[in-house]
C-alpha cells in the first residue's frame, strides 16, 4: 500500500521486540492530551499565550465486580467515557478561555452584541446541569454508549433485516445461513464505522485531536524503548502503536458476529433487543482479547492488532513538535515511581 505524505514526512522508528510495554494510555482532548499510568491521571493543555497547563485528575480504583474476567472491559469502559468527558470539557474551557482573549479585538458593534449575550439569563436546564455537575457527566457517557450502540450495533442488524426481508433469506432454523446472514450484518457494521472515522478525519477540529492522538503514540513509544523524553526523541518513532484503543472496536465488530451467530436470528425487534442486551458481554470478550494481544508478540497477536493499526490511519495524524511536547509533559505526570509498577 502506498503511503501517504503524513507517513512519509518524518523517519519512522519500530518498536523493538522486547521492549517495555506499558499500561499508561491516554486520550486526545481539544488542544491537549490526557493521561492514565498506573497511580496517577494528569492532563495537559496548549493555552492561547502558548503555556502548557498541567492538571491532575482523581483516578478510579476498580475493584470488586470491575475487576472481574469479562464484566471488568465493560465497567472500565464506561468509567472512561466518564472521566474522557470530563477532560474533554475541562479542555475546552481553555479553548472558551482563548477565544474570549481574541474576541477583545472585536468591533464595538460586535463587542455590543457578545455583551448582551453574556447578560441573558441561563436557562432552567443549564442551572441543572452546573448544580449537578457529575450528573451531567454520567448522562453525556451513557449519551455516547447509546449513540455508538445505535449506530454501530442497532443499525446494521436494521439493515440485514430488511436485506434478509426482500431477498427471502430465512435463517432461524439454518445454522450456516445464520452465520451468513451474521457475517452480512459484520460487514455493514465495519462500513459505517470506517465512513464515520474516514468523515470526521475530514473535519479540521477533529484533524487537530488526531495529531494529538498521534504525539500521544509517539511519546509513550519513545518511553517503552527507554529513551530520554524529549521532542527530537519522540518525533522519531512512528504515530501508529500496536496497544491503541482504535482496535477495540474493531475488535468488538468481529466478537459481535461470533457471539450473535450463537444467539441465532430471530424476528426484527427480538433481534434489535438481544443485540442490546448483549452488547456488556461483548465489550468484555473485546476487553479481554485486547488485553491478551497486547502482552504477546506472536503471529495470532500481530494478526489481532492488525486492523487496528491500519484503523490508525484514520485516527492519527503527524503531530508538529509543539503538540509533542504536550503529549511528553502529559506522560511524564503520570510516571510510576518504579517502573515496573506500569509494565502490561
Given at each position: 500500500m502506498k503511503k501517504n505524505q503524513d507517513d512519509q514526512a518524518?523517519?519512522?522508528?519500530?518498536?523493538?521486540?522486547?521492549?517495555?510495554?506499558?499500561?499508561i494510555g491516554g486520550q486526545a482532548l481539544i488542544e491537549g492530551l490526557m493521561?492514565?499510568?498506573?497511580?496517577?491521571?494528569?492532563?495537559?493543555?496548549?493555552?492561547?499565550?502558548?503555556?502548557?497547563?498541567?492538571?491532575e485528575m482523581p483516578i478510579t480504583r476498580f475493584t470488586g465486580a470491575a475487576s472481574l474476567l469479562f464484566v471488568r472491559g465493560s465497567v472500565r469502559l464506561f468509567r472512561q467515557l466518564v472521566s474522557g468527558t470530563q477532560a474533554?470539557?475541562?479542555s475546552a474551557e481553555f479553548a472558551e478561555e482563548a477565544a474570549d482573549i481574541s474576541a477583545e479585538d472585536t468591533s464595538p458593534a460586535?463587542?455590543?452584541?457578545?455583551?448582551?449575550?453574556s447578560e441573558k439569563q441561563p436557562g432552567w436546564l443549564d442551572r441543572f446541569l452546573e448544580k449537578h455537575k457529575n450528573l451531567a457527566l454520567y448522562l453525556s457517557a451513557i449519551l455516547g454508549i447509546l449513540f455508538s450502540v445505535g449506530l454501530f450495533i442497532l443499525l446494521p442488524n436494521l439493515i440485514t433485516s430488511l436485506i434478509?426481508?426482500?431477498?427471502?433469506?430465512?435463517?432461524?432454523?439454518?445454522?450456516?445461513?445464520?452465520i451468513l446472514i451474521n457475517l452480512v450484518e459484520g460487514a455493514i457494521r465495519i462500513a459505517l464505522f470506517v465512513g464515520y472515522l474516514a468523515l470526521a478525519s475530514r473535519m479540521k477540529d477533529i484533524r487537530r485531536v488526531w495529531m494529538y492522538h498521534g504525539a500521544e503514540h509517539k511519546s509513550i513509544a519513545c518511553y517503552e524503548d527507554s529513551q530520554e523524553l524529549t521532542v527530537d526523541n519522540a518525533r522519531q518513532y512512528s504515530r501508529f502503536h500496536p496497544r491503541c484503543g482504535t482496535?477495540?472496536?474493531?475488535?468488538?465488530?468481529?466478537?459481535?458476529?461470533?457471539?450473535?451467530?450463537?444467539?441465532?436470528?430471530?424476528?426484527?425487534?427480538?433481534?434489535?433487543?438481544?443485540?442490546f442486551a448483549l452488547v456488556p458481554l461483548v465489550a468484555g470478550i473485546a476487553y479481554e482479547i485486547i488485553r491478551l494481544a497486547g502482552r504477546y508478540?506472536?503471529?495470532l497477536?500481530?494478526?489481532?492488532?492488525?486492523?487496528?493499526?491500519?484503523?490508525?490511519?484514520?485516527?492519527?495524524?503527524?503531530?508538529?513538535?509543539?503538540?509533542?511536547?504536550?503529549?511528553?509533559?502529559?506522560?511524564?505526570?503520570?510516571?510510576?515511581?518504579?517502573?515496573?509498577?506500569?509494565?502490561?
Amino acid at each position: 500500500m502506498k503511503k501517504n505524505q503524513d507517513d512519509q514526512a518524518l523517519p519512522e522508528k519500530k518498536i523493538r521486540s522486547g521492549c517495555k510495554k506499558t499500561t499508561i494510555g491516554g486520550q486526545a482532548l481539544i488542544e491537549g492530551l490526557m493521561m492514565i499510568g498506573p497511580a496517577k491521571k494528569a492532563m495537559a493543555v496548549r493555552k492561547s499565550d502558548g503555556s502548557i497547563a498541567i492538571e491532575e485528575m482523581p483516578i478510579t480504583r476498580f475493584t470488586g465486580a470491575a475487576s472481574l474476567l469479562f464484566v471488568r472491559g465493560s465497567v472500565r469502559l464506561f468509567r472512561q467515557l466518564v472521566s474522557g468527558t470530563q477532560a474533554l470539557l475541562k479542555s475546552a474551557e481553555f479553548a472558551e478561555e482563548a477565544a474570549d482573549i481574541s474576541a477583545e479585538d472585536t468591533s464595538p458593534a460586535d463587542a455590543a452584541v457578545k455583551s448582551a449575550d453574556s447578560e441573558k439569563q441561563p436557562g432552567w436546564l443549564d442551572r441543572f446541569l452546573e448544580k449537578h455537575k457529575n450528573l451531567a457527566l454520567y448522562l453525556s457517557a451513557i449519551l455516547g454508549i447509546l449513540f455508538s450502540v445505535g449506530l454501530f450495533i442497532l443499525l446494521p442488524n436494521l439493515i440485514t433485516s430488511l436485506i434478509s426481508q426482500f431477498t427471502g433469506l430465512q435463517t432461524r432454523q439454518n445454522i450456516g445461513g445464520t452465520i451468513l446472514i451474521n457475517l452480512v450484518e459484520g460487514a455493514i457494521r465495519i462500513a459505517l464505522f470506517v465512513g464515520y472515522l474516514a468523515l470526521a478525519s475530514r473535519m479540521k477540529d477533529i484533524r487537530r485531536v488526531w495529531m494529538y492522538h498521534g504525539a500521544e503514540h509517539k511519546s509513550i513509544a519513545c518511553y517503552e524503548d527507554s529513551q530520554e523524553l524529549t521532542v527530537d526523541n519522540a518525533r522519531q518513532y512512528s504515530r501508529f502503536h500496536p496497544r491503541c484503543g482504535t482496535a477495540f472496536m474493531f475488535i468488538v465488530i468481529i466478537v459481535s458476529i461470533i457471539v450473535f451467530s450463537f444467539v441465532g436470528w430471530w424476528d426484527r425487534w427480538l433481534n434489535l433487543l438481544i443485540r442490546f442486551a448483549l452488547v456488556p458481554l461483548v465489550a468484555g470478550i473485546a476487553y479481554e482479547i485486547i488485553r491478551l494481544a497486547g502482552r504477546y508478540d506472536n503471529w495470532l497477536t500481530r494478526a489481532i492488532s492488525a486492523p487496528g493499526l491500519w484503523l490508525q490511519r484514520l485516527t492519527t495524524a503527524e503531530p508538529d513538535d509543539s503538540m509533542l511536547e504536550v503529549a511528553l509533559v502529559a506522560l511524564q505526570a503520570v510516571l510510576p515511581e518504579k517502573q515496573q509498577n506500569d509494565n502490561w
